[in-house]
């Protein structure tokens, strides 16, 4: 008798089954498609869904509150402006989250950057395009520190944050201190936040993000089906492609209405600030998701151990998760300058940090790493600002405001939690 | 090893070193966030009001935290200041630090904020509320007669001057009744950013109805009116300030802010520093008056200062007493109006 | 300490692909190799045998730079290395499957199989040609119950993440190719599959070390046995020269007849 | 030939080896021992050492800066009692730390348990034992309910504690009153921070700690030597005891002198906090290490789903990690109270919490979970403290303070980190 | 689908201590178990075999509560049974050895073994009296490499850890004990003392579950033989009845002879 391993007859047994991966050459049907999709729902994996039906019922939520006033298109417009901040602030915070780690000094350094380009433009008087420059690289040089001290030494990445988010809170207060803040007058950073895209030039960008991402779609569709790789059906790449285009093109629609509360002046086309988040978006979703660098975020997030043995360099990748947080923080703190127009001592400290992580959170990102997408941070955002927009419109005291946001929170995150309990059994 | 000892300009005591000395005088101002005043304009009035006297001193920052506050007045009664002087965050731990003080035989003096049911020998201030009858007045007087929708926009929920500065403005404009108060909203620590968003959510809900604005202080008013500009509305809707900072006298000689309240704080500051450093050499203090503590059932021997209006017209006062620069208020856009108004 | 036994009778001529000479290593207060000599001949299978805790898992992790060795030199083709990280180890041409498996549980088998050597197009990853060349390699090692090659790792069973951790490493036609049991979660037929595969790596001039508790397995496949006994080389010797008793009183014992450790060396 | 299976003769070799175990056996040398202890600390195992480290640093250094001042019986006492509050906050998060969670909500918990305590013995006029019990338990229940949100539930800990970090502030606010501050004047709970336990009675105190501590350990290494089980060497234990009762009547020795400045008046004793303190340590290190609680936390926190198969109640264990936080929570509030005679709308808001999460970080304590004692949270706390001790000395500036805080923060941490690094690669 | 085949010839008679009928279990949209039925019997060694990948462990592990079923019955000596976690398991009596272990790496071999199950001196841990029977059952396991039971179980050898596992189980004595692939990674003495260890349980009247991919340790300590198939059961036998050929035939097609599957079956 010869042990555990088999002669060649017995091995092609008398029924040779079928090879497998039968999986991956499904051509799905419409049926097929939207029973997969429950399937993956009630398996616990949710995707963007949470924060969509927060924004949903939120939006209904306040609409019946404020019926004349939340769902106009001054406010719209308003809350994306109000959003953008925390959005970027959140999406370089997937970055970081996405290997496990936390970046409690994001908030702070935002107030950094933006103290940088305050007094550049301020004090030194250098031109826009560089003191833009100067503060995201500023941004970038103190996640590169950041980085090393967390990659290279090992402290963790919580206590050297923290320590950060103080020492930082002390620069600020520094490169600020004197005057107490710094006004920032400077008409294209002003702009930013403040002023709109032409309406012509909004419908031509919306068109091209609609179209291409379309393009872009069905292509791949193609290309996997004909190679017989892993696709997904074609009905749900369609439905997908006329979502993201009704979105893209309604968002241009309300936002190219003049919005104006005073009849004689004229108030239109998309806030500049929203065009740059969504080219952010796009370029950090192709990053993570199309790239070498992308993929080994998410390998060392999900096993740092596995990852090293692979041959990834992990140091890098850490050390480069904190640059991108730290230079997107810097534009978080551009876009909040620009709001203001002026930048404070205590600019990015207090909530703001926990606000974006929150964010992050909602749109779907695990805190303890390997899960998470750009497009969560922009969605978790919108969550965030719809409770500070909405609250703002109800006016209540502000102690009642604490306690709703709280609540509110709380609810976005119990829906997605409630529905990854069902496969909480399944997994770790 | 991180720059540990005192740093020239920056650092504390005068002569650094111990306790040895008889006397010296200890000053903890509350924090960084409220008001820009205390690090950039009080510190370096009082630094320079000590030295000149000659005494030892060291003036530090609780950083909007009452308990870092009472360890830095342990740690100054044990450096032995013999004077302390404190503003406090709020009335009841500044009670505690003085009741502490006094058992140690310390003297106290309350700092722009009297302490209620405390223990302080005397008091130096600007009169709060008087600062929010001013901020009042001074909105009624931008609006004139014609009935007006006002919003306020109120410090931190949880700073008691906020509550002052409100109760002020509310005497005032409460008694005017062709004024309407269609919001009013606090922001939380003062943030900026906060005061943007909820003020452009009050604009939204009124529908631009809004003729007047009371913001608490320059930074909010600054947040109403960049949220005024993105409406086209700056300018043509009065909103009140406080503390006379740069951003603030900008926006009022861009006839965007209609005035801010302008503290003397060198008066306050050189107030300050006489009364410390005759405490301090063991002699007897001159003092214009005192005020009632409600809450202690005591009298406190007082030195009261006036809060000044600052409208466009007399921003000029404000540099004339060097309390801002010409150099930095009068920037770009803002040469012709400082040129029209005779500031240099 | 006596040094182990060497073979004297089969190609000793040949340039072994890896030398270890000397390799000490320990943990904390734990010494968990001693002084240990070992060579790998390419066209080999070697067999790296011991009992449970004697050292073999610490001794691959050691060659692949997984922990740092105390003390000892490492030869790779004749030239002295030194390998401070897996980085090290692929660059050199060594391709470890590890006992404790380095899957990354959040991404999915093709995704792992070309985990740090992904193939790109431009900028942008090559999924298709990924997926195409994961499949054929596990469609070669019997994989059968694998839904989908885009299935995450989290979800595979036992079998099936050895398998793919198997096939990661056999992708990439490294000189020396390290397996530490990889047939031990296997059924029949897979752990058919992979002991032909690791005949066949050798048969090509590949130079391959298996770890295995199955005796059967190392009389099949094995050109020679190196035994591990309490962080010791037992010995380390050609296939022919023992018998399946030998090898097993090697393991449990580090002696057997003249084969062996010195009784000296077993006091310590 | 038959298999991997063995026969009989086979298995019993030639010559039979030692049955293992034999590091259990050895009856240590004293050379052994230190030995021992050194290659502990060559394996990255550093324990307590690098916070005892920063005390010794940070002290030496204070020492240097303000020799006349630091050293003090005044300041050490002062030191103390400053540091009470952070210390047991830390504690409380040290549970959930344990567990892999985090508790952003303790430090507001705090303050709303101190405005229940402000409120019932100033409005309600109730007496102070019931009055400190109601705190408790209003810190009992809210962690209760933020347990059965994240163990129940199951969202994570971060969202739902940001979430209540925001409401409680509301909370607070509401019982406080916008602006205001609630004085609290009972005599026992301003005793707690602000009077001395009587000299004699402070003595007697300390010896019956020194004491007991010395009887049990020797005894406990007397009963596992005599059953042959695994111990350490005599001579550690010996100095251990030796040196905890070198500080426990060093303390009572320094706090034992009159340290009031001024001559009229007598100050000496141990601050009541301190045994409060001392108390704590010594019943929440008995739960860690003694009882089966305590067991089932570090294998919740080690590894869940392992725990969750050994039968352990994990949702229980987790529910339990939040009570125990926010009830000491609760006695941080309590202390924080009794050192103002006060309470703000703002308690516990701010940077409370982060400091604590650092000291119980510095202290040894793991943000990811299964590795924490309770006397992490004493010794890290300690660091905060005499960084903010003094600081407070040295009178810099506000934005000094902060950089310096961060610095010394960072410098505390990069010790553990860098010795940790060296056994890095031996452990994930 | 039909129902699998029975055997007929021995004890049915015999209450078994655990029945599965018609138990189905999917993750998402995959069908991991069909229509399962299954007897366990007191005194007898019932191995579990089938391909990798075949649903194995998922089968154990819905038996031991950790993934909830989607339908089908459990019963436990006779009576309905719902197990809706591992403590249901537990006070039920049943004790098993997972194949992705689940020990608590930060916690010590001691500690591990009687994790869940303390034992108690008033509210105090009773250290001494644990750490002594850890050291017992160790001893019996052949564990000679272990260098203290209050070493970390992070600094395990795998073998060593599947050592402790399966001392973990066998301390509580259960009326069922499930060992999934106890022997993977196991040397050959350490392999033989659990094959011993089982047919030992046996003897004394507990049922045991085996799952192994090894058929001469199926031969050697079976009684019954149930073999799965994608999913279903492609047959439920005493030992004798079949032979290794059929087995295997039986794992890796459904089907032997008239055993196992029929062919509409299989289809799906
Ligand atoms: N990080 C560590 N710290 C301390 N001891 C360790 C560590 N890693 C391994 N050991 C010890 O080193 C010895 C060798 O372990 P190793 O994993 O190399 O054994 P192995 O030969 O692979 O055994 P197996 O056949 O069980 O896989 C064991 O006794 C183990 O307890
Ligand atoms: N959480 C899950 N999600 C999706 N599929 C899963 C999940 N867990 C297991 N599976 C699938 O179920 C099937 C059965 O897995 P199981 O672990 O029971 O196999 P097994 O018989 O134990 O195999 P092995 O012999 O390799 O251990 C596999 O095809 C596996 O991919
Ligand atoms: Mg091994
Ligand atoms: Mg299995």
Redesign the interface.
């Known amino acids: 008798m010869s042990s555990n391993t088999l002669t060649a007859a017995e091995a092609s047994g008398p029924q040779k089954p079928a090879a497998g991966f039968e999986g991956d050459r499904q051509d799905n049907t419409v049926g097929g498609a939207v029973r997969g999709y429950l399937n993956k729902l009630r398996g616990g994996d949710l995707g963007a869904l949470p924060a969509i039906l927060g924004i949903v019922v939120l939006g209904i939520l306040f609409t019946i509150l404020?019926p004349?006033?939340f769902l106009?298109p001054?406010?719209l417009a308003?809350l994306l402006v109000?959003s953008t901040?925390i959005m970027v602030l959140a999406m370089g915070l997937v970055f970081v989250l996405l290997l496990g780690e936390i970046d409690l000094s994001a908030g702070v350094v935002s107030g950094v950057c933006s103290a940088v380009l305050a007094q550049l433009l301020?004090q030194v008087g250098v031109s826009w395009p560089i003191a833009l420059l100067a503060a995201i690289a500023t941004g970038a040089v103190i996640g590169a520190f950041t980085g090393s001290l967390v990659g290279m030494v090992g402290i963790p990445s919580f206590v050297v944050t923290l320590a950060l988010f103080l020492g930082f809170q002390g620069v600020t207060?520094r490169i600020i201190?004197?005057?107490?803040?710094?006004?920032v007058?400077e008409p294209v950073v002003r702009a930013l936040a403040?002023e709109n895209v032409p309406v012509t030039l909004g419908w031509i960008l919306a068109a091209v993000v609609a179209v291409s991402y379309a393009a872009f779609e069905l292509w791949r569709w193609r290309s996997l089906k004909s190679r017989a790789l892993a696709h997904p059906p074609l009905v749900l790449v369609v439905v997908r492609v006329v979502l993201i285009a009704a979105v893209v093109f309604g968002v241009t629609a309300i936002l190219s209405v003049d919005r104006?509360?005073?009849a004689a002046?004229d108030?239109a086309g998309i806030p500049y600030a929203v065009p740059l988040v969504v080219l952010l978006l796009l370029l950090l979703t192709f990053v993570l998701s199309r790239t070498t660098f992308g993929r080994h975020m998410y390998a060392v997030g999900g096993n740092a151990e596995a990852a090293r043995r692979a041959g990834i360099n992990v140091t890098r990748i850490r050390v480069m998760a904190f640059v991108i947080s730290s230079s997107l923080a810097a534009i978080s703190g551009i876009l909040?300058t620009s709001?203001?127009?002026?930048v404070?001592?205590?600019?990015g400290?207090?909530n703001?940090l926990l606000y974006a992580v929150g964010a992050a959170v909602i749109g779907g990102t695990s805190l303890f790493g390997g899960r998470g997408k750009a497009r969560d941070a922009v969605l978790g955002g919108l969550v965030i600002a719809i409770i500070?927009?909405g609250?703002?419109?109800l006016?209540v005291a502000?102690?009642l405001?604490?306690v709703i946001t709280g609540g509110v929170l709380l609810l976005a995150a119990s829906v997605d939690a409630l529905a990854r309990r069902r496969s909480a059994s399944t997994k770790r | 090893?991180?720059?540990?000892?005192?740093?020239g300009g920056?650092?504390?005591?005068g002569g650094g070193?111990?306790?040895?000395a008889a006397g010296k005088i200890g000053v903890i101002?509350p924090d960084?966030?409220s008001?820009?005043?205390w690090?950039?304009a009080d510190?370096p009035l009082l630094e320079a009001a000590f030295d000149e006297a000659g005494v030892e001193y060291?003036?530090?920052?609780a950083?909007?935290?009452?308990?870092?506050m009472?360890?830095?007045a342990?740690?100054?009664?044990?450096?032995?200041v013999t004077v302390l002087a404190i503003t406090n965050?709020?009335?009841?731990?500044g009670?505690?630090i003085q009741?502490?003080a006094e058992?140690?035989?310390v003297q106290t003096i309350d700092y722009d904020r009297l302490t209620l049911?405390g223990e302080s020998d005397y008091y130096v201030s600007f009169d709060n509320t008087e600062v929010g009858r001013l901020q009042g007045e001074g909105l009624a007087q931008c609006l004139g007669d014609q009935p007006a929708n006002i919003a306020y926009l109120n410090g931190s929920?949880?700073?008691?001057?906020?509550?002052?500065f409100s109760q002020g403005a509310h005497e005032v404009l409460d008694a005017m009744d062709q004024y309407t108060v269609v919001?009013?909203?606090?922001v939380?620590?003062w943030?900026?950013?906060?005061a943007?968003?909820?003020f452009?959510?009050?604009?939204?809900?009124a529908?631009?109805d809004i003729q007047g604005v009371l913001a608490a202080n320059?930074?909010l008013a600054?947040?109403v009116v960049?949220i005024l500009?993105?409406?086209?509305?700056a300018g043509q809707v009065p909103v009140t300030g406080q503390?006379a900072?740069?951003?603030g006298l900008?926006n009022i000689l861009a006839g965007n802010q209609c005035m801010t309240v302008y503290k003397p704080i060198e008066q306050e500051a050189n107030a300050l520093a006489e009364l410390a450093v005759a405490l301090v050499n063991g002699e007897e203090p001159e003092v214009d008056g005192s005020v009632e503590d409600t809450e202690g059932d005591r009298e406190v021997p007082a030195v009261l200062l006036d809060p000044v209006s600052v409208f466009r017209d007399n921003v000029k006062q404000v540099i004339d007493d060097g309390y801002q620069s010409a150099a930095?208020v009068c920037?770009?856009?803002y040469a012709a109006a400082c040129t029209e108004l005779g500031i240099s | 300490m006596s040094a182990p036994e060497q073979s004297t009778t089969t190609s000793t001529l040949e340039r072994p692909t890896l030398s270890l000479r000397g390799v000490n290593k320990s943990f904390g207060a734990v010494q968990v190799l001693h002084d240990v000599h070992l060579d790998v001949y390419p066209g080999k299978v070697t067999a790296l045998v011991g009992d449970n805790g004697a050292g073999k898992s610490t001794l691959i992790k050691a060659i692949a730079g997984i922990h740092p060795v105390d003390s000892g030199t490492v030869e790779f083709e004749g030239k002295a290395v030194q390998v401070t990280g897996p980085r090290d180890a692929a660059r050199l041409g060594i391709e470890v499957v590890y006992q404790d498996l380095a899957l990354a549980d959040n991404l999915d088998v093709v995704q792992n199989m070309f985990l740090g050597r992904e193939r790109k197009r431009g900028i942008v990853l090559d999924e298709a040609s990924m997926e195409e060349a994961a499949r054929d390699t596990l469609a070669k090692l019997s994989v059968r119950t694998l839904k989908s090659v885009r299935q995450l790792v989290s979800s595979l069973s036992g079998g099936q993440r050895q398998t793919v951790a198997i096939a990661k490493a056999v992708l990439w036609e490294s000189k020396l190719v390290i397996l530490d049991e990889p047939t031990a979660a296997l059924g029949v037929a897979q752990t058919r599959q992979v002991l032909d595969l690791v005949r066949r790596l050798a048969d090509t001039g590949h130079a391959v070390v298996f770890i295995t508790h199955n005796m059967v397995d190392v009389f099949e496949v094995a050109d020679r046995v190196a035994a591990l006994y309490l962080g010791r080389v037992a010995a380390d010797v050609p296939i022919s020269e023992v018998d399946r008793t030998q090898v097993i009183e090697l393991i449990t014992s580090g002696r057997s007849g003249e084969l062996g450790l010195a009784p000296d060396a077993l006091e310590d």
Chains 1, 4 share one sequence.
């Open positions: 404020r004349g006033t106009t001054l406010n308003n109000q901040p301020v207060l201190g004197q005057g107490g803040t710094v006004p007058r403040n104006a509360l005073a002046i108030l909040a709001r203001l127009s002026s404070t001592p205590d600019a400290a207090g703001t500070a927009n609250l703002g419109l006016g502000a102690y405001n604490f | 090893a991180c720059g540990g000892d005192d740093d920056n650092g504390g005591s070193g111990g306790g040895e101002l960084t966030a008001s820009a005043r690090e950039s510190r060291d003036i530090q920052n950083q909007g935290d009452a308990q870092q009472a360890t830095i342990e740690q100054m009664i044990t450096e032995g965050l709020d009335s009841a731990s009670a505690a009741r502490q058992q140690q035989g049911g929920p949880d700073d008691n001057n906020a509550t002052l919001a009013e909203q606090a939380p620590d943030d900026n950013q906060q943007a968003t909820i452009e959510q009050m604009y939204t809900q529908g631009g320059d930074g600054n947040a960049s500009g993105r409406n086209n509305a503390d900072t740069v951003e900008q930095d920037t770009g856009a």
